[in-house]
């Protein structure tokens, strides 16, 4: 049973309730009115300074100028851009900026930014510290180094190698080690490094890893001394038994597989995983002789359908000129077969008839042609399993 | 304030059922839009930086072979009109390497030779790998003139049939499903394809959806956001707020996100096989295929993530008539129906962590048997005022709990767009936060009816769209190694 009292407190908690979130909506109304009027006025400042620094970082001013403790976010994300494109866009030298730096006096002002700033903050003052190699911020820069915040503790790594190279040690073994970093930017760093010191490290340190761990760094030997990567694959290729591992390793032995490597190619030609099949046909197409067609041949009959298609692409580019390429068919018995090699003949007919098309049509150019490196759909199957 | 009326209470018992169904019900508002405060609040604390981390990234927009390739399912029925717009955006991504698959899903129109005509398509003898079961292909065709765009012809069978053959068609181990009269902002795909970069275990991917009615386009691509005229669009500018700012975002960080937008989402290939494809006999698709991931997932115990993005990476025209609205709220709830009983044994199953424990009941709760709690509330207030056990007054302070909630979460919701995004000028912010109020006098109530609509059609197993429907229940519960034998491929 219920007394009238108690439903007078329920309906009167009920009524406080409503009033107090009611009085929440309309300071949360206020807040937005704020943030607007905050935004615009911050839009026309970031623009306003943005200007002006760009005039200084292209050398059409000279003064110095005093950087307020909430723009220096913003500055010091310019001049990384500027840093970042200076050779092909802005025509700036790195001299040049490194002194503008020093003049404006930003070496305190990043320091400052990355001790007291949050992941963003941090992100920013820790390239700008990498692309200057300043001593002072390589305690801090390895202190972030083991930051749970993915972005932040590769950040911190390359300005600790940048300012200190005997770092690159522990980022390589960090690279086998950490999965949520972003791929593109390890590679980027990496390329700023460049291959003459990275790719000793990034050998040794794949042989003593575990399957999961050389699999990460593996993947990166495109960025190598091609010797230095053909020696590591193939020592990766002996005593690995991971199939992923192979696949990694046999992908980026064929670009700079030598003549030497075809009977370590062909163990792997019947290996029973696919995608290492597929990997081992694409590896052979650089290095491959007539004594190959017959074991590309059996692979036209596979029982993946990738492995068909791959064997296929291999044979009409290796073994078959195009008057020949209609025989290819009349060859083989097999159904899947005669259905991989119609299909990259096909393909090829295509192509022509796309040049064709394109010689004697001459489209507007369109920008939905694809960029950036590319590779033939099969290539992709190494994320397939 | 109006006293407690003693005097209209005949009965003693009656009047105790009645004030403790009156307490159920308050506590049922309370504890749904509780979640969704909730929700809110994990958003607005995520959002700040989620959007500075965006602006410091050093190598935005770097082509690099380390991003997983991607093939774009576009399927396609009697779209003629916008499937050149929708295609032309898909094809402008900048991205690495990705491929678009049109589907023609059986079109009565000329959404073919339209493709045809602008892409110079010619028909090719694709080596067409059947992993999933579809209606038959009828043809397979590559552009001469973009080598990255192919169309599969097939035989009508629904939506999520014509997803099953894009998945067959694709090359690439991720899929991005779309839909056929949407718009993609440039970097849809690598905002999307992030989170399988950064996280490994992830195998769904998707992101927020803007309201495109009204909006600028040019080339299909957004050149200016707008608000539209029309109210029931502006109000549904809001819904989308709510949904996409302040609940998605929350859910995300708890791996609890129980819908992935069937216009918006980037899968990982084989994890879509494995699942069985998409359903083609539950009404829509997006809802049942992320609560199938989930189901896989966790009964295999396997370490997974369902990732999300706030940034806008899709811009779809949203209902600017009731008839359109009523019938859109009316399937999603019928789809709703249907995913909560296939995928019933999520409720609360040792397996099911987090999705089984707190974001299905919720589904469940907050979404499911929401038309039926808000009509038999205010039906119940009313009736047992009327009659004397209660007062009007009661119900009115009740009311206006709700109604102060609503605005609540709404308000935070536009503030996190605001904070984030600030794409929308002074007016539209203005007529946004003015829609906000407006929206509980007629809207919720009609879009609660249309929901109501949807749960009752799905009881009695009402038809849809000239086909017959059975009851939500009648359909098969979620049974993985049932849908893995169904794949198998001849």
């Known amino acids: 049973m219920i007394s009238a009292a108690g439903f007078k407190i329920f309906i009167d908690v009920m009524f406080w309730s409503a009033l107090g979130v009611l009085g929440l909506s309309m300071s949360l109304m206020v807040l937005l009115l704020l943030a607007r009027i905050r935004a615009i006025a911050q839009r026309k400042h970031i623009e306003a300074l943005v200007a002006v620094w760009r005039r200084i970082f292209t050398g059409a001013s000279k003064t110095r100028r005093e950087v307020a403790a909430r723009d220096t976010f913003t500055v010091l994300s310019l001049w990384n851009d500027f840093q970042r494109v200076r050779t092909d866009t802005q025509g700036v030298a790195r001299e040049q900026l490194d002194e503008i730096a020093r003049v404006q006096q930003f070496d305190p002002l990043a320091l400052r930014l990355l001790r007291r700033g949050d992941a963003g903050d941090r992100i920013v003052a820790l390239t700008y510290l990498g692309y200057r190699r300043l001593d002072e911020a390589l305690p801090l820069a390895r202190e972030l180094t083991s930051d749970p915040q993915g972005e932040v503790a590769l950040a911190a790594y390359r300005t600790a190698v940048l300012i200190h190279p005997p770092q690159l040690r522990e980022f390589v073994f960090a690279i086998s080690r950490r999965e949520d970093w972003r791929l593109q930017t390890v590679e980027q760093i990496l390329k700023e490094l460049g291959p003459a010191r990275v790719s000793r490290t990034m050998a040794i340190a794949a042989e003593d890893a575990t399957a999961e761990q050389a699999l990460r760094i593996i993947r990166f030997f495109t960025l190598c001394d091609p010797s230095i990567a053909r020696a590591a694959v193939r020592d990766q290729l002996a005593f690995r038994e991971d ?24 163990r792997f030609l019947e290996h029973p995983v696919a995608f290492v099949r597929i990997a081992a046909i694409g590896a052979i197409v650089p290095v491959c002789d007539g004594d190959d067609r017959d074991r590309i041949m059996r692979l036209l009959s596979d029982e993946n359908s990738w492995v068909r298609y791959r064997a296929a692409q291999t044979l009409l580019d290796c073994f078959t000129n195009d008057e020949r390429a ?22 090829r007919s295509v192509l022509d008839l796309r040049q064709f098309v394109a010689e004697e049509v001459e489209p507007e150019p369109d920008p939905s042609a694809r960029r950036g490196p590319q590779r033939r759909p099969v290539d992709a199957m190494r994320a397939q399993g | 304030m109006v006293p407690f009326a003693p005097h209209a209470i005949h009965n003693a018992v009656v009047a105790s059922a009645v004030f403790w169904v009156e307490i159920v019900l308050f506590l049922y508002f309370l504890i749904t839009n509780g979640i969704y405060v909730a929700t809110s609040v994990l958003a607005i604390i995520q959002m700040p930086l989620f959007v500075k981390l965006h602006r410091a990234d050093p190598i935005h927009h770097v082509y690099s072979p380390f991003e997983l390739p991607v093939s774009v399912l576009v399927p396609a029925f009697n779209e003629a009109g916008g499937i050149l717009d929708t295609v032309k955006s898909l094809l402008d991504q900048r991205y690495s390497e990705h491929e678009v698959v049109v589907i023609n899903d059986g079109s009565t129109d000329d959404t073919l030779a339209v493709l045809v005509e602008a892409y110079a398509l ?4 694709e080596a067409y790998r059947v992993r999933l079961e579809t209606e038959p292909i009828t043809g397979i065709y590559q552009s001469m003139s973009h080598p990255n765009l192919r169309v599969i012809d097939k035989k009508n069978g629904g939506k999520a049939d014509a997803l099953n053959a894009g998945i067959n068609g694709a090359r690439y181990p991720l899929v991005f499903a779309c839909d056929g009269d949407s718009y993609y902002s440039p970097d849809a795909i690598q905002c999307l394809a992030e989170a399988f970069v950064k996280n490994p275990t992830t195998v769904v991917s998707s992101g927020s959806i803007g309201v495109s009615n009204e909006c600028e386009f040019k080339d299909g691509h957004i050149v200016r956001r707008r608000l539209s005229k029309r109210w029931i669009v502006r109000f549904q500018v809001l ?18 996100l129980c819908i992935v937008s069937g216009a918006c989402g980037l899968f990982k290939k084989e994890t879509l096989i494995e699942a069985g494809g998409y359903r083609t006999d539950t ?13 896989l997932m966790r009964k295999k115990g396997q370490n997974y993530r369902i990732a999300y993005t706030p940034f806008i990476v899709c811009w779809t025209r949203v209902p600017d008539t009731l008839g359109e609205l009523w019938n859109q709220r009316n399937t999603w709830h019928r789809h709703i129906s249907e995913c909560m009983t296939i995928h019933r044994r999520l409720f609360m199953s040792s397996f099911a962590g987090i999705v089984g424990w707190l974001a299905f009941p919720y589904m469940v709760i907050g979404e499911w048997i929401s038309p039926f709690m808000v009509a038999s509330g205010v039906g119940f207030g009313f009736v047992a005022a009327y009659f004397g056990f209660l007062s009007y007054y009661s119900q009115v302070v009740l009311l206006g709990l709700v109604f102060a909630l609503g605005l609540a979460i709404c308000l935070s919701a536009i503030l996190l767009d605001e904070l984030s995004f600030n794409t929308y000028s002074v007016t539209d912010l203005t007529v946004l936060l003015v829609s906000s109020i407006v929206e509980f006098f007629g809207f919720r109530q009609f879009v609660t009816l249309a929901n109501f609509s949807g749960l009752w059609a799905w009881l009695v197993g009402k038809p849809l769209r000239g086909r017959p429907a059975a009851p939500g229940w009648q359909l098969p519960p979620f049974n993985p190694e049932r849908d893995r034998q169904n794949a198998q491929a001849p």
């Open chain 1, 243 to 266: 199939s992923e591992v192979l696949a990694s390793a046999l992908r980026i032995l064929g670009p700079v597989a030598l003549p030497q490597d075809r009977e370590l190619i062909h």
């Open chain 2, 283 to 295: 009404i829509w698709e997006d809802m049942e295929i992320t609560l199938r991931v989930h189901h």
């Open chain 1, 326 to 347: 209609g025989d290819l068919r009349k060859e083989v018995a097999d159904r899947y077969a005669k259905d991989a090699l119609t299909q990259v003949l096909a393909e």
């Open chain 2, 122 to 125: 010619q028909m090719f003898p």
């Open chain 2, 239 to 256: 819904e989308y707020m709510r949904a996409f700012l302040s609940s998605r975002l929350g859910w995300s960080p708890l791996n609890a």
